[in-house]
């Protein structure tokens, strides 16, 4: 099982902090859903399971918005973040 | 304008650009008005062939152009030598702005609506009184706290205005005050150009424009690779509106695109946010969820853009066909949305982040032609994939082996993990297809000979990889695979390698009747009901008949003719080659002069004629005003006085309400890297700039003393762009062998260099050396009270063919103009030293 902890605490911590300008605040974050997403992109590929695919489009999802708020058209879109947040918070990877 | 129009102006100032060198069949033209008498003036920081050809040279430190336009503005306002007539009736100088604007001058260099935290404004103070404006570029969406229902007073009332000029919130009496301070003396203060050199500009184009004569402006990167590259082209504009250069023979502003279709590559874009010609991308965090709410947010209200629904429905058919129908929005969720600035160099900074796997490059050298050249290694070197598409091996293909960060010891082969596809492509005489030019101009060519060995067009590339796509996903039930499944993809093929048909491809862009397939005659013809279909609106009529490629046609203009060349391939839209071309003639619609006749309304036959394609509503008399009362939309709330059918009040937009990211008008900064400090405000930079300094990506501080020099970089007439393809011809690769640092000789005599010394330049991103080339081409300028010094460097060497040389780019680091996140390459600061880079230790590598 894989402590997607990680990736939850850097997104915390940008909710808390909320960063605007400088894009490399959101870099941590970044690099840890990367890492979740290598991890669930092996075991997709070990197992073909519905319910591991589901898990890496999760994670797929929250790259584009956090990477979206990394580098923003505009104002970074902090309710998007927090629901990408929520819908990570119950994520189990094996 | 055309760039054969050129030889119509009478004064024509080449800036931001080494015209002659980079640009000579265009420069031609120039040459030919020359000799009709015009003037030619060159602005740039160093002395070029086009600087020899020129009238006047004007020296300028790179990055100071606003300055210097700015002060041109001022004297055209303060020595009251608008054009008057032309500028009252078709620019916005009359409209009265919100009360609650702040210019710049008020606000230490920064405009009312700025937020701190995001580094971004919020436009609502920029507004029309009572009324908001939406932008005339691809996005239309207006970024105001509250947009509800604003734009709706477009249709109730023409533009508050004072046509007296003396209301204090008019724009002439606030660009008045914008550029008070931009006097002669403070233009030679902050770029270093002679104030008598500057007059005698100011005189030589503020005397060759009004009603008998008219001027051009043409540039290329030096103006758009700035953090306020966008402004600098603004800057031109205002002044092209207030002399009455738009619209007229020999007037515009001409921007010389670098590569020979970039134009094409900008309409059927290649680029991340637009849709063909200039329709929105939809954005998941701006109102377009659905195809209803992107039409509502994105339509504009009164000009030409009203018509946005028919264009995009009908692109929708073109791209999707018989799955796209009413019921389904006309499979409006296809369309990718975007969630933030997915450009080249924020991809670039996710790449090094591991967030991309996988990268096709085709028709560039990102390694030798992006800025910060060795953080786009390290990006490319944590791909799992890579396919380059070149008809030479480049650097981005072999830098896993060759690469700096290899040489360096950073990383070795083995330890890069990224699978790179080779695939030989074919080059311009080996395929068909057309080219757009710089002046919109589409050019059809023919395939002369078949590719060597392997080597295969692009379009055959993109088919079959498409075709393949498609299967892999025939069977899939995910939604998100949809797209692909319902995509049109179907193009004849011919010959033993299946090469699909790019006029069949040309066909599509054009347009058609859903129902019988019949090609579409003019935009005129697209509907919003899905009864057509077609690729690219602003193109349509280039393919009016099966068999009639307008782009093909080879009729040039005799002496005898108008010189429109109208016979000459297609110009978008509608084969028009002055835009706007309306505002060529007075309010009664005569020509402005005989001299300088282009359009005009003939009142005989009710109807607007003349010697190009009129951009303008035909029938449209000139003394037609909107019927208030009505609630007019679109055209019919343009007067037949109202040339600039694109903007949403008609007028040429001297004052930007919307749209721009970094403020309403053009104001000078200092560029991100400078040795200076900001002479005419306390913002030292432009605040809206895109800026991401990390690690691998430090910028340096405004007055660093350990980088104390500007450094620009720029092309060679003898290597073409990144250079590949010239680099490996051995007769275009031995006029320029080896790459150089060009530095002046009174920066050589501080330094103790002399000519072919081997030098070092460094930036906190990396360091290269290269030969030194002293020359009188470059020379310091006295700004901001010391003594600047200059170097410059071409970007177009690599590792790679006969002629090497190391990679000015990776001196540059990565940041971009807020309204294209394009990268500066014209001026940063480096350090120069005598010397050479001292050569790793082989422990080291591995």
């Known amino acids: ?80 973040i927090g629901k990408v947040r929520d819908d990570l918070s119950d994520l189990v990877v094996r | 304008m055309a760039l054969w129009d050129l030889a119509n102006a009478d004064v024509i100032t080449v800036m931001g650009s080494n015209m002659a060198e980079n640009h000579p069949v265009a420069f031609r033209f120039v040459t030919q008005a020359q000799q009709r008498g015009a003037t030619v003036i060159h602005v740039d920081p160093r002395f070029t062939r086009t600087s020899a050809m020129a009238n006047i040279h004007a020296p300028i430190r790179s990055g100071t152009d606003i300055a210097f336009l700015g002060g041109l503005i001022r004297y055209i306002l303060y020595e009251d030598k608008w054009f008057k007539e032309f500028a009252l009736a078709f620019t916005n100088i009359a409209t009265i702005i919100d009360d609650s604007f702040v210019d710049a001058e008020d606000g230490g260099g920064v405009f009312s609506g700025f937020q701190e935290a995001s580094g971004s404004y919020l436009q609502d103070s920029w507004q029309y009184k009572g009324e908001m404006v939406p932008p005339a570029i691809a996005e239309h969406f207006v970024h105001v706290a509250d947009s509800q229902g604003r734009d709706a007073e477009l249709t109730k009332h023409p533009p508050p205005s004072d046509p007296t000029l003396q209301h204090s919130n008019c724009v002439y009496q606030i660009m008045r005050r914008h550029y008070a301070r931009y006097t002669p003396d403070m233009v030679e203060r902050v770029t270093g150009c002679p104030e008598a050199i500057f007059l005698r500009i100011c005189e030589a184009i503020t005397e060759n424009s009004g009603r008998e004569r008219t001027g051009a402006f043409c540039y290329a990167v030096g103006w758009t690779h700035h953090a306020f590259g966008v402004q600098i082209i603004r800057a031109a504009s205002i002044i092209q509106g207030l002399l009455g250069n738009v619209g007229r023979p020999g007037g515009g502003v001409l921007a010389l695109r670098g590569h020979c279709s970039i134009q094409g590559s900008t309409d059927i874009p290649t680029l991340y946010n637009m849709l063909p010609t200039y329709l929105p991308q939809p954005n998941a965090f701006s109102p377009h969820a659905t195809l209803e709410e992107f039409l509502k947010t994105e339509t504009v209200p009164t000009g030409w853009w009203h018509n946005l629904p028919k264009y995009m429905v009908s692109l929708l058919k073109a791209w999707y066909g018989e799955h796209a129908q009413p019921e389904n929005a006309f499979c409006y969720e296809h369309l990718p949305k975007l969630t933030g600035d997915q450009s080249q160099l924020p991809m670039t900074l996710a790449m090094v982040e591991g967030v991309v796997k996988g990268q ?189 490629n307008r782009s093909r046609a080879r009729r040039p203009d005799g002496p005898g003719d108008n010189g429109a060349h109208q016979g000459w391939a297609f110009a978008w839209p509608d084969n028009r080659r002055t835009l706007y071309n309306r505002a060529s003639a007075d309010l009664l619609g005569q020509p402005w002069s005989e001299r300088k006749r282009l359009v005009w309304w003939d009142a005989e036959r009710e ?7 009129p951009d303008f509503v035909l029938t449209k008399r000139p003394d037609m005003r909107p019927d208030w009362s ?72 405004p007055q660093d003393p350990r980088f104390p020099y500007v450094f620009t970089t720029y092309r060679l ?46 930036t906190a991103r990396g360091a290269v050396e290269v030969k030194a080339l002293v020359t009188e081409r470059m020379r310091p300028f006295m700004t901001g009270g010391k003594r600047v010094h200059q170097v410059g460097m071409p970007w177009v060497f690599g590792w790679e063919g006969y002629a090497h040389g190391a990679i000015a780019n990776v001196l540059l680091a990565i940041f971009g103009d807020p309204n294209t996140s394009i990268h500066t390459t014209k001026a940063l600061t480096c350090a120069l030293s005598k010397g050479r880079l001292p050569q790793p230790e082989p422990a080291e590598r591995g």
């Open chain 2, 360 to 548: 096709f490059v085709l028709g560039q050298n990102p390694v030798v032609g992006a800025v910060n050249s060795e953080l786009v290694q390290r990006g490319l070197a944590r791909l799992e994939w890579l396919v380059v598409r070149d008809f030479a091996m480049t650097e981005t293909a072999n830098f896993w082996l060759k690469g700096g960060i290899v040489q360096s010891g950073e990383l070795s082969p083995q330890r890069i993990g990224t699978e790179v596809f080779f695939f030989p492509s074919a080059m311009a005489a080996e395929k068909e297809g057309t080219m757009t030019n710089t002046t919109r101009l589409v050019q059809w060519h023919d395939k002369v000979c078949d590719p060597p060995g392997d080597s295969r067009s692009d379009l055959w590339f993109l088919y079959h990889l498409g075709n393949r796509l498609k299967e892999v996903y025939a069977d899939s039930h995910e939604p998100r695979d949809a797209a692909i499944q319902a995509l049109t993809w179907e193009y004849p093929v011919s010959g033993s390698m299946a090469e699909p048909s790019a006029a069949a491809v040309l066909r599509e862009v054009n347009g058609y009747t859903v129902a019988d397939r019949k090609q579409l005659k003019s935009f005129q013809q697209i509907k919003d009901d899905g009864s057509t279909a077609c690729g690219g609106w602003m193109y349509c009529g280039i393919f009016p008949d099966d068999a009639d």
């Open chain 2, 630 to 701: 009505k609630r007019p939309h679109g055209m019919d709330a343009l007067g037949g006085n109202d040339p600039f059918i694109m903007e949403a009040d008609g007028r040429c937009l001297l004052f930007v309400p919307s749209g721009l990211k970094d403020g309403p008008l053009p104001t000078h900064y200092e560029p991100v890297e400078s040795p200076v400090e900001n002479q005419l405000y306390p913002q030292q930079t432009n605040p809206a700039a895109k800026l991401w300094p990390r690690p691998g990506n430090e910028l340096h501080a």
């Open chain 1, 1 to 80: 099982m894989v402590d997607t902890g990680e990736a939850l605490a850097a997104i915390d911590r940008l909710l808390v902090e909320r960063p605007e300008k400088v894009g490399h605040d959101f870099s941590e974050a970044t690099r840890r859903l990367v890492a979740l997403r290598e991890h669930c992109v092996s075991r997709w590929r070990e197992t073909q399971s519905e319910a591991d695919r589901r898990n890496l489009e999760r994670v797929n999802a929250a790259i584009s918005v956090i990477v979206g708020g990394q580098f923003p058209l505009g104002s970074v879109p902090w309710p998007t």
């Open chain 2, 717 to 762: 007439t003898e290597l073409h762009c990144g250079g590949i393809s010239s680099r490996v011809t051995p007769h275009t690769a031995e006029l320029q062998p080896e790459a150089f640092v060009e530095l002046s000789p009174e920066l050589a005599a501080e330094l103790g260099i002399a000519n072919l010394d081997w030098t070092v330049l460094r």
């Open chain 2, 607 to 613: 109807k607007w004629t003349g010697n190009d394609t």
